[in-house]
C-alpha cells in the first residue's frame, strides 16, 4: 500500500452512502407530499360541507328535496360530492367527501338559523 493511499476495500464506498441518503431523501419527500396532499383534501370537503350546509340552509323553504339538491350542486362545484343531507326544519345537516382512495376525507356540517349572541367573555349575560 502506497503513503497516504486508501485501502482496495475503501474503493466506492462513498457512493454507496450517497445512494443511500439520496433514496431516504425521496423517502421522506414523498411522505411529506402525501400528507400534503391529505390536509388539501381535508380541507377541500370541509370548505364544500360548510358551503353545501349554508345553501341547504338557505333554501330550506322550498322543501328538504329541492335544499339537498342545491346542497349537492354546491358540493359538486368545490370538487366534492354530497354523501348525506338531512332537513330538520330550518336546519341543514350535511356530509360531504372528497379525495379519492386512501386520500379519501369525508366532513359533517350543519348550518341553520342563529340564535341569541353569546355575551363577551368577562360580562354576565344580560337578562
Known amino acids: 500500500m502506497r503513503d497516504g493511499s486508501r485501502s482496495p476495500t475503501d474503493r466506492g464506498s462513498a457512493s454507496v452512502w450517497c445512494v443511500g441518503a439520496i433514496a431516504v431523501l425521496c423517502v421522506v419527500f414523498g411522505v411529506v407530499l402525501a400528507l400534503g396532499h391529505a390536509v388539501v383534501v381535508r380541507h377541500r370537503a370541509a370548505g364544500g360541507a360548510d358551503l353545501a350546509a349554508l345553501a341547504a340552509a338557505d333554501h330550506w323553504a322550498r322543501g328538504a328535496a329541492e335544499a339537498c339538491a342545491r346542497a349537492d350542486r ?9 354523501v348525506r343531507c338531512v332537513m330538520t326544519g330550518e336546519v341543514s345537516d350535511v356530509s360531504v367527501a372528497s379525495g379519492a382512495g386512501p386520500f379519501t376525507a369525508e366532513v359533517r356540517a350543519r348550518a341553520g338559523p342563529g ?6 367573555p368577562g360580562r354576565p349575560p344580560a337578562h
Open 74 to 82: 354546491v358540493a359538486r362545484a368545490q370538487d366534492a360530492r354530497l
Open 115 to 120: 340564535g341569541p349572541a353569546p355575551p363577551p
